[in-house]
């Protein structure tokens, strides 16, 4: 039982995933961050560019 219980605490894998899985969920919040920044500046631009596209012709081609 004593082998058991310092073989338990030597295993380091555990740890690893801990490591994982936080270093994965601050780059998750990182690009959900990152997207929230700029998501109206986007829709901003969006509108703008649909406008400039609406206000302009093209010769021989009807609407």
């Not at 969920?25 to 829709?43: D, H, I, Q, R």
């Not at 703008?48 to 021989?60: F, L, N």
């Amino acid at each position: 039982m004593i082998n058991f219980i310092k073989t338990f605490r030597a295993d380091e894998d555990g740890a690893v995933t801990v490591d994982w899985v936080v270093l994965t969920a601050a780059v998750v919040g990182l690009g959900v961050a990152g997207v929230a920044t700029v998501k109206g500046s986007v829709s901003t631009l969006a509108s703008k560019i649909e406008q400039g596209v609406e206000a302009t012709s093209v010769e021989g081609v009807a609407n």
